[in-house]
Nanobody
């Protein structure tokens, strides 16, 4: 069983930066880790994902602004968010799943088995 807990959300002005962290209890080194987000009135969407090897995938809307990283020894994953925009406002969720390790699988929400409770990110204009 894996439990995930996000931290680091908050209120930031447009153009600013935030770093989200996700701490996992249980061994997640063999799992893909991902970040998803859900804005008010919208469906949850993929943001970024990372495999054990360090290979990554990003949503087009955040590429070049966000960076995902993981520390397998510490069972943590982080999302560095730069040049934030009001449209980045959402609840951000950390997720873990072995099925997401497949090629092309990082962005598939259904491949993730474990989810955190989410952390709110609000970007003011």
């Amino acid at each position: 069983q894996v439990q995930l807990e996000e931290s680091g959300g908050g209120l930031v002005q447009a153009g600013g930066s935030l770093t989200l962290s996700c701490a996992a209890s249980g061994r997640t080194s063999s799992y893909a880790m991902g970040w998803f987000r859900q804005a008010p009135g919208k469906e949850r969407e993929f943001v970024a994902g990372i495999r054990r090897s360090g290979s990554v995938s990003y949503a087009e809307s955040v590429e070049l602004r966000f960076t995902i990283s993981r520390d397998n020894a510490k069972n943590t994953v982080a999302l560095q968010m730069n040049t934030l925009k009001p449209e980045d406002t959402a609840v951000y969720y950390c997720a873990a799943g072995q099925r997401a390790m497949v090629v092309g699988g990082l962005s598939d929400e259904w491949r993730y088995d474990y989810w955190g409770q989410g952390t709110q990110v609000t970007v003011s204009s």
